[in-house]
């Protein structure tokens, strides 16, 4: 069974940090290129970051400088690491998985993320 699951989740202050992960099981995870996802209330989900089957790495620009995506490729674990946060980055943090080959494509659970003022 294709899962993933987001851990790391949590209450922070204005200008804190946060590790996300996103573990991941059922699949070769080095064919997959993955992705962070954000959807705050009353919004569209967006995308945070992602980065490749090969390592390439994107930001929204709402977040370049701030938070640093990788990927362990041995642990099966994707991580999303948060600092500066702001009260604006507050938001449902979704893990995402997309099969270079098939295009198969698999959504974590989401974790909370709340930043206060």
């Known amino acids: 069974q294709v899962q993933l699951v987001e851990s790391g989740g949590g209450l922070v202050q204005a200008g804190g940090s946060l590790r996300l992960s996103c573990a991941a099981s059922?699949?070769?995870?080095?064919?997959?290129?993955m992705g962070w996802y954000r959807q705050a209330p009353g919004k569209q989900r967006e995308l945070v970051a992602g980065?490749?089957?090969?390592?390439?790495?994107n930001y929204a620009d709402s977040v370049k400088g701030r938070f640093t995506i990788s990927r362990d490729n041995a642990k099966n674990t994707m991580y999303l690491q948060m600092d500066s946060l702001k009260p604006e980055d507050t938001a449902v943090y979704y893990c995402?998985?997309?099969?270079?080959?098939?295009?198969?494509?698999?959504w974590g659970q989401g974790t909370q993320v709340t930043v206060s003022s």
């Open positions: 059922g699949m070769i995870f080095s064919r997959n290129d």
């Open positions: 995402n998985a997309r099969n270079t080959i098939s295009m198969y494509t698999v």
């Open positions: 980065i490749t089957s090969g390592g390439s790495t």
